[in-house]
């Protein structure tokens, strides 16, 4: 629940993922750059929170933490970046 993060619930329609390819690419490019919307980053954390959890074996509000702190560091860009620099070659 999103409760168990410190978040508000949402309405669906404030996390779309867009109409199209290239409006998905724009959300996506919005919040990895860190200019999403709360609702969108809350989601982010969230989810990947969980998968970190998962992997790393902490809480979940560590895991949601640790998305929180990539994203909004810069990380979570830089590592995209090297990602897609690897796929190149």
């Known amino acids: 629940k999103p409760e168990d ?3 508000i619930p949402i309405k669906p329609e404030s996390i779309s993922g867009g109409k199209d390819i290239s409006s998905s690419i724009k959300i996506f490019m919005d ?3 860190n200019n999403g919307t709360d609702a969108q ?3 982010v954390f969230a989810n990947a929170g969980m998968a ?3 992997i ?3 809480s979940h509000m560590e895991g949601f933490e640790k998305a929180k702190e990539s994203l909004k ?3 979570a860009l830089q590592s995209l970046v090297k ?3 690897l796929s190149k070659k």
């Open 41 to 43: 980053n809350n989601v």
């Open 73 to 75: 560091s810069g990380k």
């Open 31 to 33: 919040i990895i750059k």
């Open 56 to 58: 790393l074996k902490v």
């Open 83 to 85: 990602l897609q620099k």
């Open 5 to 7: 993060f410190g978040v």
């Open 52 to 54: 970190i959890a998962t």
